[in-house]
């Protein structure tokens, strides 16, 4: 028989004698387990009591009844589960994973600190202050929430009865690091900036360059465009024109060509043929190389050849036996153990969301409430561009450099660098030692982007990158998780600024939808209607013709000091005249049928309408079209979940 406990968050619980410490006891109940949570003594911060039950399949669910109990339980349990894997992830985004996995990660933590994942996220926790001091109602509770959240985590390490998990023991490591607010922002940089920063710019840069070097310039070309780059895919399923709508785009859809076609559209959409300088290839060839020494830099370098890839879908309630839309969703990451995702469910009152999140950060991020439900998919729009710069001494700069831009010097900002690194195998615990330093370059015309390879004369890459501002993408998964209408989802929507993803929706009302998240930057170059040197190599940084033209009209939520593409812009269909759409990962627009990125138009978006050179092969999105065809062709021509 249970004996009553002392005091958990103000009211008595239940203790099991043979409990010495707190615990969560699993006691098998139907379809769930019913989970007590017992203490030997109240945990600091809980304001009241929180029931955690677990269902069959061990997905915690946390009922409280304030928001900021509910959080702060989310953080205790995300720590019970996975700090090992909470603390990897705030470690890799801020380059310190070398303070807890030993020499072998300083590579990646080099590359991650230089990028600057780090710098972004002290930016985007400034403007959430910045805001919440001002008012803002959904700042405000953001805030709350991730310092509840934080507050749950400690609880939990500040347990000292509790063993660490046996991974810190194989490591030497007997401390952990409080957990703080930045670091969950930084955790969701990391899963942001794994979707959306790409080396592509380089990558091909680098082969073109290889071509020319082996053919030279003209010949070069020629055989790169005509043996390795391809924007068509091999399926022509688009998104949006395949569900009856055209996302408001001027260019009618582009039926699929010839391979040989193909091949002459691809080099047509350059103006004249590319060089690659000597210098950039160099470059390229350099950065490349130590890029794939660091894990998370060569995930994004094998892109293509791994196998990965998401897809959603969704049916309109006119097309379903229930009379209700359906989405199906199952989003792919890198195969991780444990899973990237982590299941859950919180409620409290006026909150009552179910799906997944990432341990490290509060909300759901894919799921449902009461009301709606949304999943996404990965769109790669090109939101990272890489420039060839050039350095020069200059005694008034603080870092004793700047660049030349159009002739003139612009200041280089020095970022003073300091890495650790744990000693492993010593017999000492928690000994960590100075490894190595150096000085990050950071490039302010370049988003605050940093120089990331460098040559003896002064000629350098830099990176600009939308991820590099103060984003707010947290915010949405907050505001989704309340959200009860079609306009409630889209006020969501305008916090989700990079990351970008392809969001399948659907509601009570029986409303469907597909959106597009993240922002677009406007190009100098393609505003002009200039194809003379695409944003998917790497660009000329002095000339000042390849530039993301300043902001004049920033858009609703618009955090990018740059003009982006307006919501009116971004690849959608609401309610869909087919009634239904799939994506997976393929073309949402069809802007790459003909093998030619750059020879649309929309009305909202000046000169060069463009937004990635490439999408995925097409095969899932053509093979998900077909069955659904398929199932609408048989019987009365309505779907169930199950079908």
Do not use: C
């Amino acid at each position: 028989m249970p004996v009553p406990a002392r005091n958990f968050g103000g009211r008595s619980t239940m203790r099991y004698p043979m409990m010495a410490r707190l615990t969560l006891a699993l006691l098998a109940s139907g379809l769930f387990s019913t989970t007590v949570l017992a203490a030997a003594q109240s945990l600091p911060g809980l304001q009241s009591p929180v029931r955690v039950t677990r269902d069959v399949d061990g997905i915690a669910h946390i009922q409280a009844t304030s928001e900021h109990d509910m959080f702060y339980m989310q953080g205790y349990i995300h720590a019970r589960d996975r700090l090992f894997q909470m603390d990897v992830n705030r470690r890799t985004a801020d380059g310190t994973l070398a303070e807890l996995l030993g020499p072998a990660a300083l590579a990646n933590d080099v590359q991650l600190r230089t990028i600057g994942l780090d710098r972004s996220g002290a930016r985007t926790l400034a403007a959430l202050q910045a805001d919440a001091q001002a008012g803002d109602s959904v700042s405000i509770a953001v805030l709350a929430a991730m310092q509840a959240y934080a507050d749950g985590v400690n609880a939990f390490l500040e347990r000292s009865r509790l063993p660490l998990p046996p991974e810190y023991d194989a490591i030497e490591i007997t401390t952990v690091r409080p957990w703080q607010v930045i670091d969950s922002i930084n955790v969701g940089k990391l899963i942001a900036f794994g979707l959306s920063f790409d080396l592509d710019d380089i990558a091909n840069s680098q082969r073109l360059g290889a071509f020319q070097q082996a053919l030279g310039p003209q010949a070069g070309a020629a055989l790169f465009f005509e043996d390795l780059f391809r924007s068509q895919p091999f399926d022509p399923a688009s998104t949006v024109p395949d569900s009856g709508g055209d996302g408001g785009s001027a260019t009618p859809p582009k039926a699929g060509v010839s391979g040989a076609t193909a091949a002459t559209a691809a080099a047509a959409a350059v103006d004249s043929p590319i060089e690659v300088a000597p210098a950039a290839y160099e470059l390229a060839r350099r950065y490349l190389e130590s890029a794939s020494q660091a894990p998370t830099l060569r995930t994004l370098l094998d892109s293509d050849r791994t196998a990965r890839g998401s897809n959603n879908w969704g049916v309109a309630g006119a097309l379903t036996v229930s009379g209700n839309p359906i989405i199906a969703n199952d989003p792919h990451l890198t195969l991780d153990h444990p899973s990237t995702f982590y299941p859950t469910r919180i409620s409290s009152p006026g909150y009552d969301a179910i799906g997944s999140g990432f341990a490290g950060a509060p909300f759901v991020i894919v799921g449902h409430n009461r009301n709606i439900a949304w999943g996404p998919t990965t769109n790669p729009l090109d939101v990272t561009d890489v420039y060839l710069e050039q350095l020069v001494p200059d005694a008034s700069s603080p870092s004793g450099l700047s660049t030349l831009f159009q002739g003139q010097p612009e200041h280089v900002i020095p970022v003073p660098q300091q890495w650790f690194a744990n000693v492993i195998g010593d017999g000492v615990p928690d000994n960590t030692v100075l490894a190595n330093q150096d000085v990050t370059l950071i490039v302010p015309r370049r988003n605050n982007g940093p120089i990331v390879q460098a040559l003896d004369d002064g000629q350098a890459l830099s990176v600009q990158f939308t991820g590099f501002s103060p984003t707010r993408e947290l915010e949405t998964f907050y505001l989704w998780n309340k959200a009860r209408t079609l306009d409630e989802f889209r006020k969501g929507l305008e916090r989700f600024d990079f990351g970008s993803q392809n969001w399948a929706y659907a509601d009570r009302q029986g409303n469907l939808a597909y959106f597009t998240s993240g922002e677009m930057p406007v190009r100098s170059d393609l505003a002009g209607n200039s194809r003379v040197l695409p944003p998917f190599f790497i660009r000329d940084g002095q000339l000042g013709l390849f530039e993301w033209l300043p902001v004049t009209t920033p858009q609703p939520g618009q955090v990018l000091p740059y003009q982006i593409y307006p919501a009116s812009a971004m690849p959608s269909v609401v309610n869909p005249v087919n009634g239904w759409f799939v994506n997976a990962n393929n073309d949402p627009i069809g802007n790459t049928l003909d093998n030619d990125p750059l020879n649309d138009r929309h009305p909202d978006v000046p000169g060069i309408y463009y937004l990635n050179p490439g999408y995925a092969s097409g095969f899932r999105a053509g093979r998900i079209t077909a069955r659904l065809n398929r199932l609408f062709s048989e019987g009365d021509g309505k779907v169930t979940v199950e079908d």
